[in-house]
């Protein structure tokens, strides 16, 4: 070996010495901001790092005045200390310390392999949800959802481990929101229309981010490896009930923060199980649905339940109407009937909407008393719009029809021509091929001739 290759040699394993604390320090404290009183002396201290001391855990303090260092302190001699969080940040640092999750970051390090596993696993679903145009877009409504998210938990974790907590509406009827383990939280159109306020959708984010936030992803990716199963998405959001309930103990805190009762959290509950049951779905509050014993859930959490707000029910209005017709389209008219109700409530309906509501108490009409309310409520727009859309005169004459009312139904089948002409007019007159509108317009006419010949 020569002169110039030795010096070389000393030269990395020099630099490989000098790196070695630096790369030891990552594990060997996290960085905190937590206050907390004595309860006998009512001195009040800040814990700045959690450490580990001789093998255990312990937090380090600010540094003593007297000897110019940080004070240690052992975790289990934390209880005789009371955690003042004073911020969002410090209250979720404290979660996390009272959940083991900073003494296992400390012990077994970030596990950056199955945290990188798991966000390919929520980058697939992303990507294949974007080609199924699976998303429901309304920026508005998105950038409120934000600002309630950002008052829940940071846009990072503070320590160091990955994810960026962001959000995106799924286009379902169906109640649920998850948190991915990339901090994607998935919020369906469903579990929006199916709570009463912004305070409910609150304790919603709260509780699905503690999931996030506790790092019940890598437990349940590292239990189901144990079991011999190659972890997929769905093991990692099915949460045990110890997890949901840890969960919810967050959510309360943190409707707390912000000077909230926690019943919220029992009324987002009840009104999930709510909404599934009129939709005939009594699986989302089981054991196994994905509001987990969500009925004995709420009920920790009773109190007055929160009413609707018609703040809350304007600004989801959109989610509303698309709800409404995903309903109807799937024969739910119970739940189309009881979301228009809500946007008619606040004005926000607009004709076809109710020339919706129209159709659905007539699938669910079952006497002439029936029958005449979903009449007088399509001859809101029949009577009281100069222009109705042509299909409002179609639903008249149906139900009128229906009631043996056939000269007045004769005479709204003829509206219903002229207004389908009309519309024949238009979609000639635009650019482009139309052809398809053209043939359903065509159709209809014949439908209208043939009916009053009958």
Not at 86 to 114: A, C, F, H, P, T
Not at 349 to 369: K, P, R
Not at 370 to 395: C, H, W, Y
């Amino acid at each position: 070996m020569t002169t110039n290759d030795t010096a070389m040699r000393k030269a990395s394993i020099l630099l490989i010495i000098l790196l070695l604390p630096a790369c030891s320090e990552a594990f060997s404290q996290i960085q905190v901001s937590i206050k907390a009183r004595n309860r006998t002396t009512g001195d009040t201290i800040t814990i700045r790092s959690v450490t580990r001391s001789r093998g255990l855990l312990a937090v380090q303090t600010d540094t003593d005045p007297r000897t110019g260092k940080p004070v240690t302190i052992l975790y289990t001699d934390l209880r005789t200390y009371r955690y003042i969080p004073d911020n969002i940040e410090s209250l979720w640092q404290k979660k996390i310390l009272e959940s083991g999750v900073y003494e296992n970051i400390l012990k077994s390090g970030y596990s950056y392999d199955r945290r990188y596993n798991m966000e390919e696993m929520m980058k697939e679903y992303l990507s294949q949800a974007e080609k199924n145009n699976s998303f429901f877009i309304d920026s508005y409504l998105e950038a409120r959802l934000y600002a309630i998210l950002r008052k829940v938990y940071p846009v990072r974790h503070t320590d160091k481990r990955p994810g960026i907590l962001s959000l995106r509406i799924l286009s379902d009827i169906t109640p649920d929101a998850w948190v991915g383990p990339d901090g994607t939280m998935i919020i369906s159109t469903g579990l929006i229309a199916a709570l009463n306020s912004e305070d409910e959708l609150m304790a919603l984010m709260a509780q699905e981010v503690a999931h996030f936030a506790l790092d019940h992803h890598l437990a349940n990716y590292s239990s189901t490896l144990n079991t011999g199963v190659i972890p997929a998405l769905g093991n990692l959001i099915r949460y045990s009930s110890e997890q949901e309930l840890e969960a919810d103990r967050c959510a309360s805190d943190v409707l707390g923060m912000y000077g909230l009762n926690p019943s919220v959290l029992g009324s987002m509950l009840s009104n999930v199980i709510a909404f599934g049951e009129l939709m005939g779905n009594y699986y989302l509050g089981t054991t196994t649905g994905s509001f987990p014993d969500a009925a004995t859930r709420s009920a920790s959490y009773s109190g007055k339940v929160s009413e609707i707000s018609a703040d809350y029910d304007r600004l989801i209005a959109p989610v509303i109407s698309y709800n409404a017709y995903s309903a109807y389209n799937q024969s739910q008219y119970l739940l189309c009937r009881r979301l228009l109700e809500r946007n008619i409530a606040t004005g926000m309906a607009s004709a076809d909407e109710m020339v919706l509501l129209s159709q659905a108490l007539m699938n669910l009409s079952g006497s002439v008393t029936e029958d005449e309310k979903a009449l007088a409520v399509i001859r809101t727009v029949t009577d009281g719009l100069a222009e109705p859309p042509s299909v409002a005169f179609k639903q008249e004459a149906l139900l009128l029809m229906r009631l043996g009312r056939h000269g007045e139904a004769e005479n709204s089948l003829s509206k219903y021509e002229e207004a389908l002409s009309g519309d024949e007019q238009r979609y000639r007159s635009m650019a482009g091929d139309q052809s398809r509108m053209l043939d359903y317009l065509a159709s209809e006419k014949e439908w209208a001739a043939r009916t009053r010949r009958r």
